[in-house]
């Protein structure tokens, strides 16, 4: 048979807009670029590992619009089974407002539209789905009440990578305890620790508060300055560097970070985790050379061979 992904997650149109920096509060500020395009968390990873040759499933809702209509296509498209995509009535497309700065920073607002509508029945639905692949692979970008079930009704089946994005809280710690990887970034790791000014040199104190609320694995990535992980048999972190170019737009790097990782946990299963990092940053570190979000995402063909 062959081995599957399964990403239960978030569709989003994004609005990109480009400027020299961020607005302050009350600002006005003129910008140099405008562009809309796919995204959302969840489609971002789910396009990531399927560019790199995965085989996705991919559990969805979108909006009653043209949008959800065209993002079906598009999912199509990249050869993502959407079988379990479902349009909802009465609702729109999840919108991300999205600026990027000169340096290739971003900073963004989401409105979850029809994200928010994805069900524990529409989880249940996909059931067999979920449970006959190889890494389930969810984000926070939906309400969680779903991702708790699938996180339910796959454990024994895979690995479960959780990506706490956008950082929520006060998660119910069963997501905390059912995710066998639990994959944030510096700021996130911030809000769901309550630990400020997390760096790589007080990024154990993070991962133990992490480990303390319920994670198994644990990755915390800090974008130019690669990642650090750690895991119930041996807690200490271990740093994994990367190298990053000029960065014309990060957004997306993250998602890139972690579909590339359910993939080379997939399919690359001799890898230990620690070569599947520095493999998933080098993705990411690609998806950051180019503007957008999916039209950022790298495909296989145009990526070293070693990467496979
Ligand atoms: O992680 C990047 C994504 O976050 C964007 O595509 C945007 O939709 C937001 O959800
Ligand atoms: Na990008």
């Known amino acids: 048979m062959t081995k599957t992904i399964a990403v239960v ?5 994004d609005s990109i807009v480009y400027s020299s920096r961020l607005p302050k509060p009350g600002e006005t500020l ?8 796919f995204g959302g968390k969840g489609a971002n990873q789910c396009v990531t590992a399927a560019r790199l040759g995965a085989s996705t499933i991919f559990i969805t ?3 009653s619009d043209k949008i959800g209509q065209s993002y079906l296509e598009k999912l199509k498209q990249e050869n993502i089974d959407i079988s379990y995509a479902k349009i909802q009535n009465n609702s729109h497309t999840g919108v991300a407002q999205i600026i990027v700065t000169e340096t290739g920073e971003n900073s963004i607002v989401i409105v979850q539209g029809s994200n928010a509508l994805l069900s524990v029945k529409d989880v249940i639905d996909a059931r067999q789905k979920i449970q006959s692949a190889s890494v389930l692979l969810c984000q926070f970008e939906t309400s969680l009440e779903p991702i708790l079930e699938a996180l339910t ?5 895979g690995t479960s990578i959780v990506n706490g994005a956008p950082a929520v809280s006060n ?6 305890k059912l995710s066998d990887i639990f994959c944030v970034n510096e700021t996130e790791a911030e809000i769901m620790t309550g630990i400020q000014c997390i760096t790589i040199s007080n990024a154990q104190k993070a991962i133990d508060k992490l480990f303390s609320l319920g994670c198994n694995t644990v990755i915390i990535t800090f974008g130019a300055e690669g990642a650090v992980h750690a895991t119930q048999n041996n807690k200490k972190l271990v740093h994994t560097s990367t190298e990053i170019l000029k960065a014309v737009d990060t957004t997306g790097a993250g998602d890139a970070f972690l579909g590339a990782l359910a993939y080379y946990i997939t399919y690359h299963s001799n890898l230990s985790l620690e070569e599947c990092i520095r493999r998933s940053n080098r993705i990411a570190a690609q998806s950051v050379l180019k503007a957008g979000t999916q039209t950022s995402l790298p495909y296989r063909k145009d990526l070293p061979i070693e990467l496979f």
């Open 30 to 37: 003129l910008g140099s670029k405008y562009e809309q395009g």
């Open 61 to 63: 809702s979108l909006g």
């Open 9 to 13: 997650g978030s569709c989003m149109i």
């Open 171 to 176: 998660v119910d710690p069963n997501i905390f």
């Open 153 to 157: 009704i796959y454990q024994g089946h």
